[in-house]
């Protein structure tokens, strides 16, 4: 059986059989023939089915969200507003994949001569539990909607979510096998991304596992898009708007409990305005409601597992073996783990160079754009970055200098549907959403028709 465990109260939230070897192979088999079906249907038909879909998560938002809130300690309402930003991402493509994927002409000395974007089958999916409802569904919507079909293997903590996106599709009125759910472990994967059936993979998570999988798929010269961890800077210039930026700061560090790949991972700070910005940001931090995820008022919740809660105790014990100094929190209570401030972190020390996974940031400061540029790129990760300032000549001169995959100025890394998202070093290849996101799982096919 596979258990999701309440990080709040530590009690069984749902268990599911794990299916064996036969089970998934059944199951893909189903998927293939659907597919074969799937990939006739017209793309405003595949709309229609679409709409229905968002549709169907906001008249059941509050049942979706609850149970996002059990499995993985999420404050409800950020659950709320994760199914919300499913269906504006259903509605988005359902408006815009007949664009998206329209033939490309381009002028040869052809009679005739274009690109085509054509499905290529089915997809295995490998995603976490961190965002379990928007991480699978930025996914499988294009995707269906491109004309292929999906297979999901979800974390194994938030299954019952898995099994709740499944019935979304269900009762949009989708096909069954154009979107499944598999409970399995990790061991099984292998084995799927090497079935003939199964022609790409993607993957969200950690560095680990997007190695894993892409050996085994590159071995099989199958297709994939990783999207891995990032270490996020927020760059913090002496001439930001103060009260905006600290602001800005909280939310891209602390909301869900800072287990998100693109919340703001290192604070550089200019010394500048150091100590004046420090003390506003910890005041910030300090008005964050910690309590049961449940409750509309809470808005930092627990981590999603103990043992996450753990590793972060021992990135946090790392830094202060090398003289980091902890301005605010720092103690753990089984999952929940008070929002951390830590000072005086340089380069060596592991909240600075590892991904940190949790509600705690380490401040550092710069002297100068070249050192701040510097700091920020000094990270084998590559997801994104923001920067702070209200001088926005500074800030265009200062963007091709970053190594990210998004550059954001007053704003905190976040994926819109309307804009790729995707990163570079560490953090992966590839793009989900928008035209970028839609384009990356079909058969790009060139068409040449010449007239004697």
Known sequence: MIKSINPYTQEIVFEIPELDKKDVEMAINRAEEQYKLWKEVSISERSILMKAAGEELRENAQEYAQIITQEMGKPIAQSLAEVEKCANLCDYYADNASKHLADKIIETEAHKSYVSYEPIGIILAIMPWNFPFWQVMRFAVPALMAGNVGILKHASNVMKSAVNIEKVFERAGFPKGCFTNLPIGSKMVEEIIKNPKVKAVTL?????????VAAVAGSQIKKTVLELGGSNALVVFADCNLQETVKTCVQARFQNAGQSCIAGKRLLVE??????????FLEGVKELQPGDPLNEKTTIGTMARIDLAEELEKQLQDALDKGAEVFLGGKRDKAY???TVVGNVTTE???FKEEVFGPLIGITTFNDEEEAVELSNKSLFGLGVTLFTEDFEKASRLIPKFDEGAVFVNELVKSDQRLPFGGTKNS????????????????????YINKY
């Not at 010394?271 to 506003?280: L, N, R, V």
């Not at 992966?428 to 068409?447: A, H, M, P, W």
């Open 337 to 339: 783990f008070q929002p």
């Open 204 to 212: 969200t998570g950690s560095e680990t596992a997007g190695r894993a």
């Open 271 to 280: 010394s500048a305005i150091a100590e004046e910005f420090t003390k506003a």
């Open 349 to 351: 020390m592991s909240i």
């Open 428 to 447: 992966g290849y590839g793009r989900e959403l928008s035209q970028d996101g839609i384009q990356e799982f079909v058969n790009k096919k060139t068409v």
